[in-house]
């Protein structure tokens, strides 16, 4: 059954350019009926992606809005009744809103002010709405909000911002060949559709994926290395997470959760901007074994030294050329790195991988600076 979904995860993946992780992340949350939220510029394809939450669950309701620091609590929940205002009665008309969504688009959503934040934050978590203050179940399985800039501190967001389980840095494209790629389709893609039932049955299945003693003991190191450094997730956050593991081994046609699959949290245990690279090294560290681990962060490193390379190939400033000499240099030495791990340990070919691409991303850079 699983098949089905892996079907709609290849197809968004062809439909959207260098957006593999955002993709898994908003199946992930589908299954695991958790929040994710997108920080990035304009103009990266959040708004699109997150869209298709509505096109892919057959029979589902989906509400989308963009707000703005002047959005009434009409805009996401329905007019007053004026019929029911004439006596006396505070109901709002909810019929098509946010509150009977099964899935939400919030562009904007840190624009929330405090008359829209209190009942956004109830229905977020606790999937209710209240209306004149009667409860209301809603549907609601996720949410996607996005936002072109994290939360300030003293704006009285943090706890929107913790609602969120799932959050992702997105950016423009980086790869220079999805890039040409992605200028050339001229071609509408399709998606395969599930029904709102089927989603449901997903849902049940995720449910009864398998989390080991091993794993727990696991997330309970991360959770002390993540403590030394001051980094304290609250304990709904880690309880909340085996969710978003289960969901991830099922996406992947598994029955248990595998150590491999710890690297999801990276992008769950912080809660503040600046302890998102500490917090992905750490969760790396353990998620992988040494030279997995190795090749994730020295990929990392080449891959930035090589953007930046490129960058400054194109502005030709005066200094280029020292600055180039200093990338190539970089580069250089992480390649060495990479050469001296695989004579160390010659029986893991994603080295071997590794080594033979910076190798030929070196000579093309080294080229380009020839003929600067």
């Known amino acids: 059954m699983v098949k089905q979904l892996q079907i709609v995860q290849q197809q968004l993946n062809e439909c959207f350019y260098d957006r593999e992780e955002e993709v898994e992340a908003l199946l992930i949350a589908l299954l695991s009926k958790q929040h994710v939220l997108f920080i990035g510029p304009a103009g990266t394809g959040k708004s699109v992606l997150s869209s298709m939450l509505g096109s892919i669950v057959d029979g589902s309701c989906y509400f989308q809005h963009l707000l703005t620091p002047f959005s009434t609590p009409e805009e996401l929940f329905g007019v007053l009744s004026l019929k029911d205002l004439e006596q006396g009665i505070y109901r709002r008309n909810v019929t098509n809103m946010l509150p009977e969504a099964h899935f939400a688009f919030i562009d904007e959503i840190f624009k929330a002010n405090s008359a829209i934040l209190n009942s956004l934050l109830t229905l977020i978590n606790e999937r209710v709405y209240y209306n004149n203050g009667v409860p209301i179940p809603s549907p609601l399985l996720t949410i996607v909000g996005s936002s072109n800039e994290y939360i300030e501190e003293g704006e009285g967001l943090e706890a929107l911002f913790d609602r969120f389980l799932l959050r992702y840095e997105v950016d423009y494209i980086r790869n220079e060949d999805s890039f040409i790629s992605m200028l050339k389709d001229q071609n509408e893609k399709n998606v395969t559709k599930i029904s709102l039932e089927e989603l449901y049955e997903h849902q049940q299945q995720v449910a009864n994926i398998d989390v080991s003693d091993g794993i727990l003991k696991m997330i309970a190191k991360i959770r002390q290395a993540l403590k030394d450094e001051g980094i304290r997730p609250s304990d709904r956050r880690f309880k909340q997470s085996l969710s978003i593991l289960r969901a991830k081994a099922y996406l992947a046609g598994r029955t248990e959760v595998i150590r491999e699959d710890l690297a999801i949290m990276a992008n769950v245990l912080w809660e503040t901007s600046d302890q998102k690279s500490t917090a992905k090294e750490i969760i790396h560290e353990i998620a992988f074994d040494t030279v997995d681990a190795f090749i994730h962060r020295t990929t990392a490193e080449f891959e930035t030294i090589m953007l930046t390379a490129q960058t400054t190939l194109l502005h030709r400033t ?46 093309r850079i080294t080229s380009d600076v020839i003929g600067f």
């Open 318 to 363: 005066p200094i280029a050329r020292t600055e180039l000499s200093q990338l190539l240099m970089q580069g250089k030495s992480l390649f060495m790195e990479v050469q001296n791990m695989n004579r160390q340990i010659p029986n893991r070919p994603e080295l071997q991988s590794l080594k033979t691409e910076m190798h030929k991303q070196l000579l």
